[in-house]
């Protein structure tokens, strides 16, 4: 009987015994045609150039949450959420998400945590203040208009995070260094301990 190599991507079952090897043959034959035919998919777009990603304006230092297991749950619950619609007062994925809806739906969800409410009430929370070169997972931002907070959104690590925007809009990822969002950043919170 003949196994079949073992590597990455290799998905060709060994064959069973008392099995003929032509059927074996015959899969990489047909596995061969499928990649000549997806290899021509891309043909003519060779001339189309896509930007190259923006890099982030600084560095963001890797901060180890300190519940990674909270904090692992949080962040997959959250970008679970992304491309949930916004509304106004929205607290449920079914009805959508306003910002600090999206916060607290997310922490009482995965860690039974009632949060207050309103964004400005959340920045007001218990717990530490936290240097934006001390943010870990899970963490709190916040944005500020005229002095006030205004928005909130759950850090996810390398100066990015999960919010629900506006209106018309979906839960979304964006990076703090975002020229909106660099401009109105106004603080962080670590609600997990």
């Known amino acids: 009987m003949t196994k079949a190599a073992h590597y990455p991507g290799n998905t060709a079952p060994a064959p069973a015994r008392g099995r003929s090897l032509r059927s074996g043959a015959r899969w990489l034959v047909l596995a061969g045609a499928c990649a000549v035919l ?4 891309g043909g003519g777009r060779e001339s189309v150039r896509r930007p190259a990603p923006k890099a982030p304006l600084r560095s963001w230092p890797v901060v180890e949450p300190a519940d990674p297991a909270a ?11 992304v491309g949930t619609p916004y509304r106004y007062g929205g607290n449920t994925p079914d009805s959508g998400f306003d910002c600090s809806g999206l916060v607290n739906y997310v922490y009482r969800d995965m860690l039974a945590l009632n949060l207050p409410r309103t964004s400005r009430d959340l920045a007001g929370y218990q717990g530490p203040k ?3 070169e001390r943010l870990a997972a899970a963490d709190l931002v916040f ?3 005229g002095g006030t907070v205004t928005h909130v959104g759950i850090y996810v690590g390398e ?3 999960v919010h629900a925007p506006s209106s018309g809009g979906t839960v979304r990822l964006d990076h703090l260094d975002g020229p909106y969002w660099r401009d109105h950043y106004s603080g962080a919170k670590r609600v997990l301990k």
């Open 38 to 41: 997806l290899a021509a998919c």
């Open 71 to 81: 904090a692992n749950a949080v962040l997959m619950r959250a970008l679970s959420l």
């Open 130 to 132: 936290i240097a934006p």
């Open 143 to 145: 944005f500020a208009s």
């Open 159 to 161: 100066g990015r995070f």
